[in-house]
């Protein structure tokens, strides 16, 4: 596959943004980086209008415009441990209340467990009390793709709780079942949404996934996704874990000795690079959203699924949510909404009538982003800070 692909850019921020995205790619190529072995490629992927006149002469025919596509994405997802820890009916309707929410032209989640029967190469001690260790068995992709997801992200610190092997017979499950997977290092995962392109690539500070403490690896993925797709989409496990770190500031966040990545460091400079949208997750607790350069950072959608009481659903930590953007093709902010959800106490999705998570991410991104968060209506519905 070509080290990069020409794309027609429909904005000025895309523009200035291209020369950039080659001379990054060219460098990477020069230093050894390799091709993208995990990316997802549709034939014609990146590729635009020509400019040029047809044979003969003449004025080309303006294509008609696209319209704008909807995304929606999760935080956490476990639906289970394998062998004890199950939902009930085999997980058959897990995702049965939430479905409804989830809709979206590309519906993407954080899978934070691998589906596997292999347990060969656990992370976890047998007699170990202090370390946590996630499977289901790859069936389950099954309640995925009924629950309407289409793409999976794999880097998160639980992707590789069963090793290498384990890691690609969850790959195998969910293409199985027709679902897209991305967090592999180099992986930039290429889909088309109602004839838009859009790439997504998934980091953590781990190193079967992108990189999350390397900024400069982290802009080289995304300022090549640029010229592969018109939207970029960075999904990322970032931050320090707890009820209480529910709070956005700057600077390194540790969490038991290992660097979790800064997350406003990471986020605006993915987006610089040319992300169109930032998802977050990892902390196990919602946090504020805020706008740069017109682009929406989630910092985390917080636990939405922990199947068996994998995740503990009490007070804040069963709270998360479904976030639904909508994108123009030249990645400009078109509309968005926050839908509260919580985990039962078996740990299954439900929706939060009483929409705690909303009020409290309102409260977060007003407290934590002054001049830059996301406005939320009493609906849910997100806007853009006015332009001061």
Not at 248 to 272: C, L, W
Not at 276 to 303: C, K, T, W
Not at 320 to 326: D, E, N, P, Q
Request: hydrophobic share 40%; proline share 7%.
């Amino acid at each position: 596959m070509p080290s990069s692909v020409p794309v027609p850019y429909r904005s000025a921020r895309r523009a200035a943004l291209a020369a950039g995205a080659v001379l990054a790619v060219l460098l990477a190529v020069g230093c050894g980086r390799s091709a993208d072995p995990g990316a997802v490629w549709q034939p014609g992927a990146g590729a635009g209008a020509s400019s040029s006149p047809p044979p003969g002469g003449g004025s080309a025919e303006q294509p008609a415009p696209r319209a704008a596509i909807s995304l929606s994405a999760t935080g956490d997802i476990i639906m289970g441990n394998a062998p004890s820890r199950l939902p009930a009916n085999g997980g058959r309707g897990f995702f049965d209340e939430v479905a409804d929410a989830l809709s979206a032209d590309l519906v993407m989640g954080n899978l934070e467990e691998p589906l596997t029967e292999d347990t060969g190469t656990g992370k976890c001690a047998p007699n170990s009390t202090a370390c946590y260790q996630f499977r289901a068995p790859p069936g389950y992709a099954a309640h995925l793709k009924q629950a309407g997801f289409q793409l999976l992200n794999q880097a998160n610190n639980h992707g590789h709780d069963y090793g290498p092997q384990g890691y690609a017979n969850t790959r195998k499950a969910l293409e199985e079942h027709g679902l897209k997977h991305t967090g592999a290092p180099d992986q930039i995962t290429v889909v088309d949404v109602k004839g838009v392109k859009v790439a997504v690539a998934g980091f953590s500070s781990y190193a079967w996934s992108n990189s999350l403490t390397d900024i400069d690896a982290a802009t080289a993925v995304v300022t090549k996704a640029a010229t592969m797709a018109d939207l970029v989409v960075v999904q990322v496990h970032m931050g320090a874990e707890g009820a209480d770190k529910t709070r956005v500031k700057p600077g390194t966040e540790i969490f038991y000795g290992e660097n979790r990545g800064d997350p406003m460091k990471f986020s605006h400079a993915v987006i610089e690079a040319g992300a169109d949208l930032v998802v977050g997750h990892g902390p196990h607790v919602l946090r504020g959203m805020e706008f740069h350069q017109g682009r929406l950072i989630a910092y985390s959608l917080g636990n939405f699924a922990g199947g068996g009481r994998s995740l503990n659903p009490s007070g804040r930590l069963g709270w998360g949510g479904v976030l639904k953007v909508s994108l123009h093709p030249d990645g400009s902010f078109a509309g968005g909404s926050f839908t509260s959800t919580r985990m039962n106490s078996v740990g299954k999705p439900t929706m939060d009538p009483a929409n705690q998570g909303l009020g409290l991410v309102r409260q977060l991104s007003r407290n934590d982003f002054p001049s830059t968060a996301a406005r939320f209506g009493t609906d849910g519905t997100i806007s853009a800070p006015e332009a001061g």
